[in-house]
């Protein structure tokens, strides 16, 4: 059973910028696709980003395919989602999550972070 865990997250002004780092504690990163999804109060979870093992293909939600970036690392055993220009609205609990196949327009995924708190503020 993979565990990830995110980092990165905290309070930030709008307009600021922050990344959002992503970890495995059992096998390498290197064998998964990579997602980033967030969840605001009373908010369904959204998907935002996706990444394939090798880095060569990447899918973005059409609400933030202008201001997040989603990369990987797996020398380091990492995944990011760079965030820039954010807003108040983009307060939410930030995970990343993991799986296996290469369908990046399948959104299901198998191995799922705690979370990272985000807020923005005005």
């Known amino acids: 059973q993979e565990r990830l865990v995110e980092s990165g997250g905290g309070l930030v002004q709008a307009g600021d910028s922050l990344r959002l780092s992503c970890t495995a504690s059992?096998?390498?990163?290197?064998?998964?696709?990579m997602a980033w999804f967030r969840q605001a109060p009373g908010k369904e979870r959204e998907f935002l980003a996706a990444i394939i093992w090798n880095g060569a293909t990447t899918d973005y939600a059409d609400s933030v395919q202008d201001r997040f970036t989603i990369s990987r690392n797996n020398a380091r055993n990492r995944a990011y989602l760079q965030m820039n220009s954010l807003r108040p609205d983009d307060t939410a609990v930030y995970y990343c999550?993991?799986?296996?196949?290469?369908?990046?327009?399948?959104?299901?995924?198998?191995?799922w972070g705690q979370g990272t708190q985000v807020t923005v503020s005005s």
């Open positions: 059992e096998g390498p990163l290197s064998l998964y696709t």
């Open positions: 999550a993991a799986k296996r196949d290469i369908i990046l327009r399948m959104r299901t995924y198998d191995y």
